[in-house]
């Protein structure tokens, strides 16, 4: 089996590559043929956990007749894992394939303006972390065209995202993700650009113009993504760009806000929230180094929920603490971002929700955060090396170990979430953000917002260096957080308003997502699954006929 290659350029980053990557994986996919996504280089925070080698991936595979749905990868069942960018994860079951490393060899996770954590083939790589730019290109290419290589080999089709630009000329000789690659498996390749954003045609032509000839001759089509109305008036331009090129204009993709996959980088337009009546806002902080926040996307496919950004205090200031919830999602460098949140006066907005008994929810970083103070003995955030004090919501304390927790992991929440805290009733004065903003603890309440999940069985996955367990000092006062998970996943204050967990993809789990929202559901929520297919049916419409089947010629 020699798989033909399709590759997705971009005239941009943010151009429309991984949807549309992600499409096309599944129409090949309906055509019977096997497929698998790559991606050489991916830089995000968005990470999932996946099967460290392709044995591994293959002793995982799901029961017959099972679907990978979002959160339940069921594909992925091996205790310890890889990291691969979130886009290849969603492309590989787009594609109905098990996620491996290989898909997305090289994966650089921003920490700083100027600083990547460097993982290759699913592990981190503190040599590479450290190395030049141009000279890790050198190193990782020959890993990169062998992982690609096993994938043609295996498959009927690889269907392969680049990067930003192939036309970023101070970067073509060490190029490593785009027109390199599509030079080694020569690649048909198809060159998108937003046209909202303005002068696509323009973009189109200069990428095309700056590329060598050997290299243009791999781009068999341009495609329009992101059009507002009437296709008609854009002529003669195809035609003229056609001329001057001789790529044809295979598609005109109209605007699409509420396609229902997660966005790659970059939190989620309003314009892309579901609409309807709005019941419960869900205010998710977004920190400069917010990490995985791609597994918010099904509450926006929730009839009701609203899901807002948040930036600043006054966001926050017209939340109901009896409906609405506040998030403190993963980060790439929490104690980085915790600073940040205490200079923009979120700590003090966080704690007075929190104290009003309003629902709090700390996911990885953002559980790291909740507790009293966070401690960095090997100076793994580097900067913020040694003890920072937390934002006092929950007696706990994290240390910063050296080696990385990756893996999948199952747990129940139990009981004790629904359990009422006499203790809670008592105004406890202690250090953390509610003593400094001189608002008590709220009292315990049978209205607990996460009683819902008491015995539900969750699946996700953890991604941290931080190992969190109950304030020695606090405990011996009477401060006791909750164990609600086993081995330290979650814990609860005693309130019960104030959850933290090192789980990803609590709300991508269906179980879950029964629990807290089944109830007040004016509709199905969209499967993962349903959601591959309406890119498919897309982009089968919207091509020109004959196009996506050329291609693979």
Not at 194 to 199: A, H, K, V
Not at 440 to 452: D, E, F, G, K, L
Request: net charge negative; charged share 15%; with cysteine.
């Amino acid at each position: 089996m020699t798989a033909k290659c399709v590759m997705v350029l971009g005239t941009t980053s943010g151009a429309g590559k991984s949807w549309l990557t992600t499409a096309l994986c599944r129409y090949y996919a309906r055509q019977g043929l096997k497929v698998a996504p790559f991606k050489a280089q991916n830089m995000s925070n968005n990470a999932r956990v996946v099967a460290p080698t392709l044995a591994a991936a293959r002793a995982a595979l799901p029961p017959e007749g099972a679907v990978p749905c979002l959160g339940r990868p069921g594909a992925v069942a091996s205790p310890l894992g890889g990291e691969i960018g979130s886009a290849q994860y969603f492309q590989s079951l787009a594609a109905r394939a098990v996620p491996d490393v290989r898909m997305n060899p090289l994966l650089l996770k921003p920490e700083r303006d100027t600083h990547s954590q460097v993982v290759l083939m699913g592990q981190v790589d503190e040599a590479l972390s450290k190395m030049a730019w141009r000279g890790r290109s050198a190193s990782v290419w020959p890993v990169i065209a062998q992982a690609l290589d096993e994938l043609i080999a295996e498959n009927d089709v690889v269907v392969i995202e680049g990067a930003g630009s192939p036309a970023e000329i101070n970067l073509h000789s060490s190029d490593i993700v785009n027109m390199r690659v599509a030079l080694h498996c020569q690649a048909a390749c198809l060159l998108v650009t937003d046209i909202d954003r303005g002068g696509a045609f323009a973009h189109l032509y200069g990428t095309w113009a700056l590329l060598p000839e050997e290299e243009r001759a791999l781009i068999k089509g341009y495609v329009l993504n992101k059009f507002r109305g009437d296709a008609s008036l854009l002529a003669p331009a195809p035609q003229m760009l056609q001329d001057l090129t001789g790529v044809p204009t295979v598609a005109t993709l109209p605007m699409w806000w509420q396609h229902g996959l997660p966005e790659e980088d970059g939190v989620f337009d309003d314009r892309s929230t579901a609409a309807g009546v709005v019941t419960k806002t869900v205010a998710v902080i977004a920190y400069p180094r917010i990490s995985n926040l791609d597994e918010f996307q099904p509450l926006k496919n929730i009839p009701g929920v609203r899901l807002q950004w948040v930036r600043s205090p006054s966001e926050l200031a017209g939340l109901s603490p009896t409906t609405d919830w506040i998030i403190l999602p993963g980060s790439k460098h929490t104690s980085g971002d915790l600073a940040w949140l205490r200079a923009q006066g979120l700590d003090a907005a966080i704690a007075r929700h929190a104290g009003q008994g309003g629902a709090v929810l700390g996911i990885c970083g953002g559980l790291q955060m909740l507790g009293e103070a966070l401690i960095d003995p090997h100076g793994i955030e580097h900067a913020y090396l040694g003890n920072a004090p937390g934002l006092g919501l929950l007696p706990l304390v994290t240390v910063f170990e050296a080696d990385k927790t990756v893996q999948h992991t199952q747990a129940r929440f139990d009981a004790e979430m629904a359990r009422p805290d006499s203790s809670a009733d008592v105004d406890i004065s202690r250090p953390g953000s509610l003593a400094v903003s001189g608002i008590s603890p709220p009292r315990a309440s049978s209205s607990n917002p996460w009683a819902a999940l008491v015995g539900v069985q969750v699946a996700g996955y953890e991604i941290h260096h931080g190992q969190t367990q109950q304030h020695p000092a606090m405990a011996k006062a009477g401060d006791v957080a909750r164990a609600v998970m086993p081995g330290g996943l979650a814990w609860q204050n005693g309130a019960g308003n104030v959850l933290g967990l090192y789980l990803h993809g609590l709300f991508e789990d269906p179980a879950a997502l029964q629990a807290l929202f089944g109830a007040s559901q004016s509709g199905p929520v969209p499967t993962l699954d349903s959601v591959f297919d309406g890119l498919a049916d897309y982009i089968e419409q919207h091509f020109e006929p004959g196009v996506l089947q050329a291609l693979i010629v």
